[in-house]
């Protein structure tokens, strides 16, 4: 699975950004995430989404604010990122994971893409 993520930017807080995540090679996954990783910080969880999008993950910090979606005719997966904080700034990584649990945790994932920049003016 090779995965591109691509959408990222500079935004003003309180504004919105669409993320996009989309696979070539081998497509399938049993979930899809994405991670962010600010200066100095751990890579932490976002959302997930299963293969057929009928089931969805989010973390805490975003839940409300983040919306994941996926077109599987298009081989893309969609972060869509409302009412954004300059602590949102980061670099945002999509990711595929084989396994049927622990999508939360970073170490599910095999493959990861290259990750866009989002940055969140104040």
């Known amino acids: 699975v090779q995965l591109q993520a691509s959408g990222g930017g500079l935004v003003q807080a309180g504004g919105s950004l669409r993320l996009s995540c989309t696979a070539s090679?081998?497509?399938?996954?049993?979930?899809t995430g994405w991670f962010r990783q600010a200066p100095g910080k751990e890579r932490e969880f976002l959302a997930a989404?299963?293969?057929?999008?009928?089931?969805?993950y989010y973390a805490d910090s975003v839940k409300g604010r983040f919306n994941i979606s996926k077109d599987n005719a298009k081989n893309t997966v969609y972060l869509q990122m409302n009412s954004l904080k300059p602590e949102d700034t980061a670099v945002y990584y999509c990711?595929?994971?084989?396994?049927?649990?622990?999508?939360?945790?970073?170490?599910?994932?095999?493959?990861w893409g290259q990750g866009t920049l989002v940055t969140v003016s104040s």
């Open positions: 990711a595929a994971s084989m396994l049927q649990y622990g999508v939360f945790l970073r170490t599910s994932y095999d493959y």
């Open positions: 989404i299963g293969w057929s999008g009928d089931r969805t």
């Open positions: 090679g081998r497509t399938f996954s049993r979930y």
